[in-house]
DNA sequence: TGCCTTGTATTATTCGAGTAATACAAGCTA
DNA sequence: TAGCTTGTATTACTCGAATAATACAAGGCA
């Protein structure tokens, strides 16, 4: 997995889970893989995966079973209604920031019908 | 001015003064604050600022009048084509993250009428 | 001329993200 | 029971972003 050097990794893995839950990549209910193994996956320590589950789990998206395993929140509407959240909450920043640039209604339109 | 902890604070101020630059607060030609003006103004190191105008002048947005100061690239239509670049670019990463959370053409559609 | 402002550069230091290497507890399973 | 996997926690270390404190060169200006 590759990183951006002008954030943290953990910061990007948790928007990297994020992405995979909501798509749908990891199921409700679904084990995720555990720390050791997704550090491994990510190249990374096991300490900076476990700090990602743990924000994650703060937010409700995953719970722990120890000994099982982490696994993803099982309340499907729970699930959708924090992907409407974030869809919501990244467009309007979006919104935002394009405003600073001087996009108007028009030039957004026109923006988002390219290619 | 305020920083968010998960991303490099000169990363952070490239992009707003991008911003500024695009959205026509910093009009072609005009002298940009002088790097300790600016990072007083932010609450930063000058070195910090210095990185960040380094950047932008690589990127031809801005350039140098030693001992003048900083000023913005006078040339009206690099300076279009250069915000031209970055909305495409900001807009295709942008619904590439969507896509990611299963958003389709249709939702995104319904996403960008919101509020 | 002499001061001020400007950019540029350097050195040492601080601070926090991330790493490395363990160790421990608890439960599943053969 | 014994071993494996799981999460959790701790300590020491590395590395780079950012700071702090200067110093220097060059041009504008009074």
Same mark, same amino acid.
């Given at each position: /997995?590759?990183?951006?050097? @002008?954030?943290?990794? +953990? ?33 990374? @320590?096991? @300490?900076?995966? +476990?700090?990602?589950? +743990? ?19 099982? @309340? ?14 990244? /467009?309007? +920043? ?22």
């Amino acid at each position: /997995m590759e990183f951006k050097s @002008n954030e943290t990794i +953990a910061s990007q893995i948790v928007t990297y889970m994020k992405k995979e839950i909501f798509g749908g990549r990891y199921q409700a209910g679904q084990k995720i893989p555990p720390i050791r193994e997704f550090a491994a996956f990510c190249s990374v @320590n096991p @300490n900076t995966v +476990a700090k990602v589950y +743990a924000i994650l789990e703060t937010e409700g998206l995953i719970y722990t079973d120890s000994t099982l395993g982490k696994f993803v929140n099982p @309340n499907k509407e729970f699930l959708k209604k924090k992907r409407r959240e974030y869809l919501q909450s990244e /467009m309007a +920043a979006f919104k935002e920031e394009l405003k600073k640039c001087g996009v108007d209604e028009e030039e957004f339109l026109c923006l988002t019908k390219q290619e």
